[in-house]
Nanobody
Framework: DVQLQASGGGLAQAGASLRLSCAAS????????IGWFRQAPGKEREGVSC????????YYADSVKGRFTISSDNAKKTVYLQMNSLKPEDTAVYHC?????????????????WGQGTLVTVSS
């Protein structure tokens, strides 16, 4: 079974950094894309960033471009999301997911295996 577990969330002040981890198991890492999504209170889930397992290509939403960096440790089957220069609007529950789409966009429908989220709270 595909399993994903996100961790690393917490409380941070605006301008600070956090690193989220997504530990994956139950599938061949190189065959999937791993995406990070977030859902703020009262808002729809949105795509943040993704990485293709096949070629390592990445995508970032405009709202996080230049501040967030996605990376992976294939030996550990873990994908990271380094979040710098955090803003209060980054406050959300962050989920990682496995799927087959990471290219010019990041779409929830392309991801079919989801882990439990980790809460990120950024205070001003």
């Amino acid at each position: 079974d595909v399993q994903l577990q996100a961790s690393g969330g917490g409380l941070a002040q605006a301008g600070a950094s956090l690193r989220l981890s997504c530990a994956a198991s139950g599938f061949t890492f190189d065959d999937y894309a791993i995406g990070w999504f977030r859902q703020a209170p009262g808002k729809e889930r949105e795509g943040v960033s993704c990485m293709s397992g096949s070629d390592g290509s990445t995508y970032y939403a405009d709202s996080v471009k230049g501040r967030f960096t996605i990376s992976s440790d294939n030996a550990k089957k873990t994908v990271y999301l380094q979040m710098n220069s955090l803003k209060p609007e980054d406050t959300a529950v962050y989920h990682c997911a496995a799927g087959h789409g990471c290219g010019l966009g990041l779409y929830i429908a392309d991801f079919d295996s989801w882990g439990q989220g980790t809460l990120v709270t950024v205070s001003s």
